[in-house]
């Protein structure tokens, strides 16, 4: 309490006085932390997800009592999200938390923001504005560590699908960047078709589909996001399997460990996209904005998960806990990502915090790891006028068959 205001203490005018004063600055003390949350694509399990776990984590206290969150979501337009950033700007947000549908288009105005004073977090898909954090596991190897373990489990030949995710996303680039570093090392390995699935299970099932019909002898499949549709799609196309790499579906899981699919023919490892990188972006950002944590803007890994066949692991709560890593398919939908959950990082999270968004009764935020991991370098993806490591698609989780 100042001086000023103890002295006013004393008549009933100052009283009066002071408690305006107090009041002013009572409102000050109490006014929330503005925090939008700015999706571009939505409408699949991955992304819905990621958005449930920032809300859940925002109505868990005490964050619950400190954050206003407003989520908007503005399609694959970038246009369209270059203007729900202005309009956040406009509304003295404090800070922005992203999934971007560009690295590039959106620069400009997130340059304009963060000389507002507004903290810009993305996470997963990245830009190359500096001032901007990226949080996301793109430099860490999906592409071509997914790939080599396709081309091994083909033996290093034959006819394979690339199932892809949203055009013009970094995310997408850089997987598939990474990817072909590996297969064009490999002659006898032919793309003979390459499709957009939107990181969704029913597109993929019905763009594989399609590619079944023109080329129905496909050796293998390479997949992001949206994964378990391409395994339904061979069923439908007459129950015989093949390898098939994807991401974190907790359908795929469950197939891969399917002792019946393996003796179709169904092989593979579940790599690929964390939604659990929204979740850690927000708690860095909450750190950063409550003075808890001192970080200049960067690019930050997260880990890429990796999960073979003989390593999936049953879940019987409603957590990871004692080392699983997939849910009973009484638990959750086939489409539900499972690695939105992160006992080191997220702790506080359920999957009906992923699916609900809603705040586990009785959690509290836990503080993150003192230590950030610094992501390398991906022009044109994460940085610009940069250069990437020599070894940048070096292949880290499996051995590379000889070629």
């Not at 997949?223 to 799609?233: T, V």
């Amino acid at each position: 309490m100042s001086k000023k205001f103890s002295r006013a203490i004393v008549t009933g005018l100052g009283l009066l006085a002071a408690g305006t004063m107090w009041s002013a600055d009572a409102q000050a003390q109490d006014k929330k932390l503005k925090i939008y949350l700015s999706l571009s694509y939505s409408g699949n399990s991955w992304q819905s997800e990621a958005s449930n776990i920032v809300k859940a984590l925002a109505a868990t206290p005490p964050y619950k009592d400190m954050v206003e969150l407003k989520e908007v979501i503005s399609g694959t337009d970038p246009q369209a999200q270059i203007s729900a950033y202005e309009s956040m700007i406009e509304d003295g947000a404090d800070g922005i938390i992203s999934f971007p549908i560009s690295s590039t288009a959106l620069n400009r105005t997130i340059k304009r923001g963060c000389d507002q004073g507004v903290l810009f977090f993305m996470y997963d898909a990245t830009v190359t504005e500096k001032c901007a954090f990226n949080v996301s596991y793109v430099t860490a190897g999906f592409g071509e560590n997914s790939a080599q373990a396709l081309v091994n489990a083909l033996g290093g030949k034959g006819n394979i699908f690339l199932s892809r995710g949203v055009p013009g996303n970094s995310v997408d680039k850089r997987h598939t960047d990474g990817a072909m570093s590996v297969f064009n090392k490999y002659p006898g390995i032919k793309v003979v078709a390459e499709y957009y699935s939107y990181w969704d299970d029913r597109t993929t099932q019905q763009e594989t589909a399609k590619a079944l019909a023109s080329h129905p002898e496909v050796d293998g499949i390479w997949a992001q996001a949206g994964e378990n549709g391409a395994i339904q799609a061979l069923l439908d196309k007459g129950g015989k399997l093949v390898p098939v790499t994807g991401e974190n579906s907790n359908g795929f899981r469950l197939a891969l460990a399917n002792p019946d699919y393996q003796a179709k023919g169904l092989k593979g490892v579940s790599a690929g996209s964390p939604p659990a990188t929204s979740g850690y972006a927000f708690k860095l950002m909450m750190e950063i904005l409550t003075k808890k944590r001192d970080l200049k803007p960067m690019n930050i890994e997260y880990p890429l998960p990796w999960v073979a066949a003989d390593q999936v692991k049953l879940c019987k709560g409603e957590k990871f806990e004692d080392g699983c890593n997939t849910f009973p398919a009484d638990k959750v939908p086939s489409s539900f990502v499972t690695e939105v959950l992160n006992p080191e990082l997220l702790p506080e999270l359920s999957i009906q915090s992923a699916l609900n968004g809603t705040a586990v009764e009785g959690a509290t935020i836990q503080p993150l790891p003192e230590d950030v991991k610094k992501a390398g370098n991906a022009p044109g993806i994460n940085c610009d006028k940069c250069e990437a490591a020599p070894d940048q698609y070096k292949v880290t989780k499996v051995e590379a068959l000889a070629n």
